[in-house]
Structures are given as structure tokens and as C-alpha cells.
């Protein structure tokens, strides 16, 4: 055992990079759960939003490009969804799961030309001077541009639910949508936006999985972090800071595990690959005793006849 | 009365439509990953495409991709049967006990598991001798490194890993006394994400060489943006990676087997056969060795190539210990196939246990 061998700084900035596509997507998935629309299927926008990010970005060339397409693919896949609940009134549950299915479907046809190819690399933003500092400078001023998006989107997330009145609408959709459209709300307006809002964000971490975490397209590459990114939203209460607090955990005891098998450490491999699950659900399990309860119209369909 | 002579007249029919069309052979293929991955699945989809092509209109290929293991193979090998396939090639491990429980509900379909050890009289098993194609890597690896360190992407805790593990590791130490391995178990055969952190750990932690037995280019290019650490194609060339950080590669070569194995059901002169075909018999490749890997290294390489083809030198000749210090091979003995086939222990020097 050579516990030495890991560097903290490095652990630190590499459970940073893997934690990203999960918290985005989970960050996205609280905000459509938050207006009390449950979707399941932030895997198959996930994967979508890998390959859409992954072509565009090969085909013209920037990653930038890529990156605004995923955000497109995933939220474009997510219309579907939003269509099949608000318009025709299917069964959440069901409409999510299909989408997932169909998304993996889909990306695989579209990614079939992509197997094998090298995407244009994305840079990490090296300030000057800053990113030189000791210890701080690779942990907070060493990456690429989309690792910071996630952490200000956490932010902006946080403050637009608790402190303005777009949030405010937002969350009495999805406390009480009967109330909130006998206000004049428009309910079934603010679940798409929503919707959309959180198919944008699967899919910009699915694409910083294809892009900048791999960066190679395979499929299925995703491998189940959207599933993850579900649970993460409940077990962290429906709280942005908590779901941050989560993608770390679960990142950083992952980007762990593996350093401490590389460095020979005498636990049984088995319990070190079960880790971060464990861990980040009894971390969240623990934190969310405080009892706050799933948005109240979760998953309820609403039609403005009833 | 009329639905049992119209179920009848079905029954006829279907039989005599059965047997008009027996004539195409029908080989079916359960593939653990997607035919993408540009690794394992991809050469078995490579090697159903060659006996496409062999055997034109007589044959018809069927496939079903990402297969889990365990009790849903079951379920998708069965279909496969039931759909009239005449041979059935299942392509990993864990497809082992599924396979023979299938066999047994299907007597007169011919089965063929790859990478097992059990079978049945309709149920042939083939592997390739990929310990022979890691005793080069190893070579070169052990040349390759620096900083002494390699490390080592394993998947799950099975004979062939640990057999490569140790085949890597013996021709690593003989040509570098000072080589250390890091070993890290993904406990899965295809996962880019965790492929590629385990990759980045294994370089944060000092190695310049990286060997793995997972199936995704996500390790290359990990070694890639890292700059100084060499790599080498696991299952397929992935030579897009080449000439750096990719120096050679393992290939699996299946399509000669398949078509043999194709043809000898088309001449009803299969019968089970426990294949394990190396470098020899050309199941297994080495891929090009870049030229950044120095022309003596290159060439000693190529020598032991020659020499595994051949049958003059085995990857595994004593004197070798288990890693308790125990003896195995005494000098210049070497393994006998049962062994390899089913080792679960690790050979003296290297550091940590096989998880059970």
C-alpha cells in the first residue's frame, strides 16, 4: 500500500471533471421536478445530447458548436416527452421510460458513422498566473469551460427558485398546479419550458461525457449515469446545493476507489466498487431528515378542464 | 374438431416450409456489446461479417447486440433457437451456464460458447490464446516504461484476466527487474467513463505504460491527453491511436474459426470441440508495432512472436512461483492447459489479491 502516491489536488480536480454529467443532468432533472413533472428519461436525453454534441462538434469542428447541439438534441428529444404529458396526457412514468428507450435507439443509429473518431479537443481555460497557484490552481482554476457552467447553473438554479418570481411561479406549479392555474398561471406553458429546460441540461452532461470526459463516441456510453442522476434529485431533497453535494460525493468517492486499487490499498476490491453508491446514499438518506417532501403535483398530469 | 385440423394443417405446413427453406443455414450471434465498440464485439461482429461474405446465400447471419449476462441471455439465446437458427455462436463468459441451459432444450441446434470451459455434445467452446499476445505486450511494456510503473485495467476476476495479468507481468520482469504493476478491477467489460478515470488514476499515480482488458479506446485517449504514456489495442487494432500513444495492439481474429465452424454444420460434420488457438493458428493478432517503440525492442518482439507461433517458447516457463512464493513451474517447465484455464492466483511479484 502506498497511500502517497495519490495526490489530493489531482483526486480533487478529476472528481470535479467526473462529477460534471451528473450534476448536470440532475440539476436539470430538479428543476422539471420542481414544476411537478416527473421524467424519466434523462438517460436517453443524456445519450442523444452525447452524440448530437459529438457530430457537430467533428463535423464543423468546435466544441462550442458541439456543445450548444447537444443542449439542442437533448431538449429537442425532451419536446417528445413534453408533447406525449401535457398535450396528450400520457402516464409520465411511462412516456420517461419510453423516451429512454428511444433515445438510446436513436443515438446509436446516429452515432454509427462516429465509431473509432476523435472530436476536436476542448481546452481548458488556463488563466494566467491564477491556474499556476499551488494546491488551488489545478482544483479551481484548471478546467474547461462547461465544469464551470455546471457549478454557476447550480447557483443560478438555486437563486432563481428561492429568491425570484420566475421560481416562485415554477414551484407553485408543481406544488399545486389547480391553485396555481386559478391564478392565471399557465400551467401546462411553464411544465414545457421546464421540460425543455431539463433536456437542455441531460444533454449538455452527456456531451461533456463524449466530448471532454472520454472524449470518444460509443454507445451506450452514458452506462447509467442518468438513472443515477434520477435518484441523486430525490435522495438530495429536491435542493440544487444538496444535488452539488451529491455529484461530488458520488464522483469523488468513484475517481477514489480507483486510486486507492491503483495504490494497492488492503480493502476487498468488491466493497471499494460498491463505495460511492453506498456512501452518496447515506450521506443524502442522512441529510434529507429533514423532511422535505417531493414537490406536491409530482408526476400528476393537469388539464386546464378539470 | 375444425381447429384441431386447421391446427394441424398449420403444423404441415409450417414443417414443410421449415424444411424447404433448411437448406439456408441459419448462424446466430449473442453479443455481450454493442457491434460498435471497436473492440471485442466488433471482431466477432467483424468474423460474422466474414462468413456473410464466405458463404453468400447460403447462409444467413443473425446477431442481437449487448446481451447482459445472466438471465436474460437465457432468454435471448433461446429466441435465437427458437427462431430457427441451425448454430449459435455466444461470444462471453458469463454466457457460459446460459448456453448449456439452452443446449439442453435444443438438441438438434449446434451451440458454441466462447471463452467457457463447459460442454455438452451440441455445445462446443473456443477461446483464443490471448496470454501469448499479452507476453509481447508485456515485453515492450517492461522496455517502454520509465518511471517503472504499469498499470493494469482489468475487468472482472476471471481465468483469462488474471492468466493475462500474469503473462504481462513475467515478460515485463524479465526484461525489467525494477517494473511495478497497479492494478485497478472496473468490474465491467465496456465502460468508457470508468475506463477513462481508471486510466487517469493509474497515470496520476505515476505509470507511463497502460495495459487493459476492457474493451473501449477510452484508456487511449486518456494516455493521449496525458501526453508521455504508451498504450496498446485491446480485442481490436485501434489504430487510430497509432503510432502514439497506441505501440501495438492485440487483435482477436474469429473469422476463419466461424466459417469452419459454419461449414462443418452446412456438412453435418460438427462436433463438440474445445478450441484454444494463439498466435500459431492466427486467432490471435499483433497488431504493427509503431515506430515509437525503439527497432531492438521492436525486434526482440517480433522474435517472440515468432517463436510463440512456432511452439518453441511458451508464455508460461518456469522457473515461476505463485505469489505466496510457493513453486508452480520449475525452470524450463511449462503450464498445461488446465491450469491456465482455470487460474486464480497471481504469480510471485505481483502486489495485491484477486478479488474472489
Known amino acids: 500500500m502506498d497511500l502517497s502516491a495519490i495526490s489530493p489536488t489531482l483526486l480533487i480536480a478529476s472528481l470535479m471533471v467526473a462529477a460534471t454529467p451528473l450534476l448536470l443532468a440532475a440539476i436539470g432533472e430538479l428543476v422539471v421536478e420542481k414544476a411537478g413533472v416527473l421524467n424519466l428519461g434523462v438517460e436517453g436525453m443524456m445519450i442523444v445530447g452525447a452524440i448530437c454534441g459529438f457530430a457537430v462538434s467533428v463535423e464543423t469542428g468546435s466544441p462550442y458548436l458541439g456543445i450548444l447541439a447537444a443542449m439542442a438534441g437533448g431538449a429537442i428529444l425532451s419536446m417528445l416527452f413534453a408533447f406525449l404529458t401535457q398535450f396528450a396526457l400520457a402516464n409520465q412514468v411511462a412516456s420517461g421510460l419510453a423516451l429512454t428507450l428511444f433515445g438510446l435507439g436513436l443515438s446509436a443509429l446516429m452515432g454509427q458513422g462516429y465509431v473509432g473518431v476523435k472530436p476536436p479537443a476542448m481546452g481548458t481555460l488556463n488563466i494566467p498566473v491564477l491556474s499556476d497557484l499551488p494546491f488551488v490552481g489545478p482544483i479551481l482554476f484548471g478546467h474547461d469551460l462547461v465544469l464551470y457552467i455546471g457549478l454557476g447553473l447550480t447557483a443560478a438554479v438555486w437563486a432563481t427558485l428561492k429568491y425570484t418570481r420566475v421560481g416562485l411561479i415554477l414551484r407553485a406549479v408543481g406544488e399545486n398546479h389547480e391553485a396555481a392555474h386559478a391564478l392565471g398561471y399557465h400551467v401546462v406553458r411553464v411544465r414545457i419550458l421546464a421540460i425543455l429546460f431539463g433536456g437542455a441540461c441531460a444533454g449538455l452532461g452527456g456531451a461533456y461525457i463524449s466530448l471532454i470526459r472520454v472524449p470518444q463516441w460509443t454507445e451506450g456510453m452514458t452506462a447509467g449515469i442518468g438513472w443515477i442522476a434520477l435518484a441523486l434529485v430525490v435522495f438530495a431533497s429536491w435542493k440544487p446545493w444538496r444535488v452539488l453535494l451529491g455529484a461530488y460525493l458520488f464522483g469523488g468517492i468513484n475517481v477514489l476507489q480507483l486510486n486507492l486499487q491503483a495504490a494497492g490499498i488492503a480493502i476487498p476490491v468488491e466493497y471499494l466498487a460498491m463505495s460511492p453508491y453506498l456512501i452518496t446514499i447515506l450521506v443524502l438518506v442522512i441529510l434529507s431528515a429533514d423532511k422535505s417532501a417531493a414537490p406536491a403535483s409530482l408526476g400528476r398530469p393537469f388539464h386546464a378542464s378539470h | ?356
Open chain 2, 1 to 356: 374438431m375444425k381447429l384441431t385440423k386447421l391446427l394441424a394443417t398449420a403444423a404441415v405446413a409450417m414443417g414443410l416450409a421449415t424444411s424447404a427453406m433448411a437448406e439456408k443455414t441459419k448462424v446466430g450471434f449473442i453479443y455481450v456489446g454493442p457491434v460498435g465498440d471497436g473492440g471485442w464485439t466488433y471482431e466477432h461482429d467483424q468474423g460474422r461479417k466474414a462468413v456473410a461474405e464466405a458463404f453468400g446465400d447460403q447462409v444467413e447471419t443473425v446477431y442481437q447486440e449487448s446481451v447482459p449476462e445472466g438471465a436474460d441471455a437465457e432468454r435471448a439465446i433461446t429466441q435465437m433457437a427458437l427462431q430457427g437458427a441451425d448454430l449459435i455462436f455466444t461470444t462471453s463468459f458469463g454466457y457460459m451456464d446460459p448456453t448449456v441451459n439452452v443446449a439442453k432444450k435444443f438438441p438438434n441446434v449446434k451451440f458454441e460458447h466462447a471463452t467457457g470451459y463447459k460442454t455438452a455434445d451440441n455445445v462446443s467452446v473456443y477461446s483464443a490464446r490471448f496470454y501469448e499476445g499479452r507476453a509481447v505486450q508485456g515485453h515492450i511494456a517492461g522496455k517502454m516504461t520509465e518511471s517503472n510503473i504499469i498499470g493494469y485495467i482489468a475487468s472482472f476476476p476471471i481465468p483469462e484476466v488474471i492468466r493475462g495479468i500474469n503473462s504481462a507481468y513475467i515478460h515485463a520482469k524479465r526484461v525489467n527487474p525494477d517494473v511495478q504493476f497497479k492494478i485497478i478491477w472496473a468490474y465491467t467489460w465496456f465502460d468508457p467513463a470508468k475506463e477513462a478515470d481508471a486510466a487517469k488514476a493509474l497515470i496520476e499515480q505515476g505509470a507511463d505504460v497502460i495495459l487493459q482488458h476492457t474493451d473501449s479506446t477510452a484508456p487511449q485517449a486518456a494516455a493521449q491527453a496525458a501526453g508521455n504514456v504508451v498504450t496498446f489495442g485491446q480485442a481490436s487494432d485501434m489504430s487510430e491511436y497509432a503510432p502514439f500513444p497506441r505501440v501495438s495492439s492485440i487483435i482477436d481474429d474469429w473469422a476463419p474459426y466461424y466459417i469452419a465452424r459454419t461449414k462443418a454444420v452446412m456438412d453435418g460434420t460438427w462436433e463438440t470441440a474445445n478450441t484454444w488457438d494463439g498466435i500459431g493458428a492466427g486467432m490471435v493478432g499483433i497488431g504493427e508495432i509503431s515506430d515509437r517503440v525503439p527497432a531492438d525492442v521492436k525486434a526482440e518482439a517480433l522474435a517472440m512472436v515468432e517463436k510463440l507461433a512456432s511452439g518453441e517458447y511458451h508464455a508460461f516457463t518456469g522457473p515461476i512461483n505463485k505469489q505466496d512464493g510457493s513453486a508452480w513451474l520449475a525452470d524450463g517447465e511449462t503450464a498445461d492447459d488446465g491450469t491456465l484455464a482455470g487460474m486464480n492466483f497471481y504469480i510471485e511479484g505481483i502486489e495485491g489479491e484477486v478479488p474472489n
